[in-house]
């Protein structure tokens, strides 16, 4: 997934002005994600998760939020381009100074998760991978100030991150509703996690694991089925 542009079934995803390009781990939490009527996507990047979010939920209106300016101008480009621009809103502002009019029952991120490792020389790569410049305590301080009642938060994070993560949910009275580890081959070590939070306590959390790909290296089953509205090939 690299290049100028990642064409999918409905739209295409143009990132020559992003730092973050399209990359597996958007596709996922864009597929898979709870939705709702008003949607909140956190650090958008290229619109990617705000126009998959658009495409499955039919009635949505979404908000997509950014810190780097020029991605949000990309956002907006993508989005306008898309036969759900009249949908989408994308915001040039930071999480903490974002106040809106009405809470959000949807809430999505695929959030910078890089928390002890060397920062990338790159300002802009840094900021969208390095959790400094989000931390999960901070991210999950606003996630619940932005949250409706019955409102759900979705996010992905690699595997090393995950109880780091869930404690911050934790502590922000935000429990694990749905839970899906994957590899990315059978074979291999568990990578990434799908984690969906809402306030309710109590809720027997829906926990499974699955793979990218099968032991040929074409996609597996659950992830064809979970892409197939997305993905051309």
């Not at 100028?4 to 596709?27: H, I, L, Y």
């Not at 658009?54 to 979404?62: D, E, G, K, T, V």
């Not at 568990?190 to 109590?202: D, E, K, P, V, Y």
Request: glycine share 6%; with cysteine.
């Amino acid at each position: 997934m690299a290049g100028n542009s990642f064409t999918f079934k409905q739209f295409t995803v143009r990132q020559e002005a992003c730092a973050m390009k399209v990359g597996t781990d958007g596709v996922l939490i864009g597929a898979w994600a709870s939705g709702g009527h008003r949607i909140l996507d956190i650090g958008t990047g290229t619109g990617l998760i705000a126009l998959m979010m658009a495409q499955r939920f039919s009635q949505a209106l979404i908000t997509a939020i950014d810190i780097d300016h020029e991605a949000c101008a990309q956002a907006r480009d993508n989005a306008s381009a898309s036969p759900f621009g009249t949908r989408i809103e994308v915001l040039d502002t930071p999480l903490q100074a974002y106040t809106p009019p009405t809470l959000f029952d949807s809430i999505v991120s695929n959030p910078p998760y890089f928390q002890n490792s060397l920062r990338n020389p790159d300002a802009r790569k840094a900021a969208a991978r390095h959790s400094d410049s989000l931390p999960f305590g901070v991210l999950f301080s606003h996630v619940a100030r932005l949250l409706s009642a019955d409102g759900v938060f979705s996010a992905v994070v690699p595997t090393e991150s995950v109880s780091d993560f869930i404690a911050e949910g934790s502590m922000h009275s935000l429990s694990v509703v749905r839970r899906c580890d994957i590899r990315t081959t059978p074979r291999k070590p568990l990578r990434r996690c799908l984690l969906s939070f809402a306030r309710r306590c109590g809720t027997a959390m829906e926990r499974s694991e699955q793979t990218l790909q099968a032991a040929d290296g074409t996609r597996s089953e659950w992830y064809a089925r979970l892409t197939a509205d997305f993905y051309i090939k």
